[in-house]
């Protein structure tokens, strides 16, 4: 069991460590709420994994400092010990019911705009429950486009069904291969990295940073004192 209640994180952000329960069964989730919260940022693992791995903690760190409220998520089926999620209907449900609640719980007078961030097989949740979320935005870590030396089994669809704007960042040795990008799909490519996207997490904190000051500039800038908001930092990705 998560240890359970809050845990203040120096002045203005508190630490939560909840259990969610879904039809699926219990999810854990790490929550930290700002003083002065932007937006809903929540972020999950690969298949068998957990959500600590240096690239989702970059995209919280990125989303933490523009003031999102920020939800690490174990799915039920890791909760349970399994290493794959299964049905792909059953893990879309839950995530959709647990993230409703969070929605919920972190509303003020409206509910905050939300983005979603998954790596690889969480990378595929997030992008086909999007709409059905009202997700405004997707940061798809390492997304699977299909399975390493089969192109033929492309997952394409399951990322251009978002129906929001996906930035997403892939190595460029992804045995998995690389999606295209388009009008509402931006795609980071970096140099050395492989489908772990574990050796440069300053670079895809900015360039998860610019691309939610580009996608939501709007709201972030009505969320920090003045209207302004931190200066949009230059990605350090090789030419």
């Not at 209640?5 to 219990?26: K, N």
């Not at 007078?109 to 998954?118: K, M």
């Not at 492989?194 to 050796?199: D, G, P």
């Amino acid at each position: 069991m998560p240890p359970p209640g809050p845990v203040t994180l120096g002045s203005a952000t508190v630490r939560q460590v909840d259990e969610i329960m879904t039809a699926a069964g219990p999810a854990w989730v790490a929550l930290e709420r700002p003083d002065r919260p932007a937006f809903l940022l929540v972020l999950t693992h690969g298949a068998g994994g957990t959500p600590d791995t240096r690239d989702v903690l970059a995209v919280r760190d990125a989303g933490r400092a523009l003031g999102a409220v920020t939800a690490l998520v174990t799915q039920p089926y890791r909760v349970r010990g399994g290493r794959a999620p299964g049905s792909a209907e059953k893990q879309d449900s839950a995530w959709a019911e647990l993230v409703g609640v969070l929605r919920r719980e972190t509303a003020g007078d409206a509910p905050l705009p939300l983005v979603q961030c998954g790596r690889s097989n969480g990378a595929r949740v997030t992008c086909r429950t999007a709409r059905a979320v009202g997700a405004a935005g997707v940061i798809a870590l390492a997304f699977p486009l299909h399975p390493p030396g089969q192109p033929e089994k492309s997952r394409d669809a399951e990322l251009r069904g978002a129906g929001a704007s996906v930035l997403v960042i892939n190595g460029a040795r992804d045995p998995f291969g690389v999606p295209e990008p388009d009008e509402m799909t931006k795609v980071v490519i970096l140099p050395e990295e492989t489908h772990a996207l574990s050796k440069r997490p300053a670079a895809i904190g900015d360039a998860v940073t610019a691309w939610l000051l580009s996608s939501m500039g709007t709201t972030l800038r009505s969320a920090f004192p003045g209207g302004t908001t931190p200066d949009p930092l230059t990605p350090r990705l090789p030419n």
